[in-house]
């Protein structure tokens, strides 16, 4: 059974860093796409960044240059460094696995302070 299970959340000022963690289970990590997504109150879920198992990575624009999404394969995690954060950046992120078909954990919240 695959569990995907999400730690690392927490309030910020604006301007800070916070680094989230996604640990899978049940699963063949190495065969696999990746990703952070973030739904917002009133919004709907919107892609944040993917890395496929090879290493290959994508982000939406309004993360590029601050965010990196990472993954250690030997540990089934993986990661998503969040810096120079913003007060729009306030969301309850989510770890997907893509493998056949989605896979969701359950969230994480981030809230930005101004």
């Known amino acids: 059974q695959v569990q995907l299970v999400e730690s690392g959340g927490g309030l910020v000022q604006a301007g800070g860093s916070l680094r989230l963690s996604c640990a899978a289970s049940?699963?063949?990590?190495?065969?696999?796409?990746m990703g952070w997504y973030r739904q917002a109150p009133g919004k709907q879920r919107e892609l944040v960044a993917t890395?496929?198992?090879?290493?290959?990575?994508n982000y939406a624009d309004f993360v590029k240059g601050r965010f990196t999404i990472s993954r250690d394969n030997a540990k089934n995690t993986v990661y998503l460094q969040m810096n120079s954060l913003k007060p729009e950046d306030t969301a309850v992120y989510y770890c997907?696995?893509?493998?056949?078909?989605?896979?969701w954990g359950q969230g994480t919240q981030v809230t930005v302070s101004s």
């Open positions: 997907n696995l893509k493998l056949f078909k989605d896979y």
């Open positions: 049940g699963i063949d990590f190495g065969i696999n796409v």
């Open positions: 890395i496929t198992s090879g290493g290959s990575t």
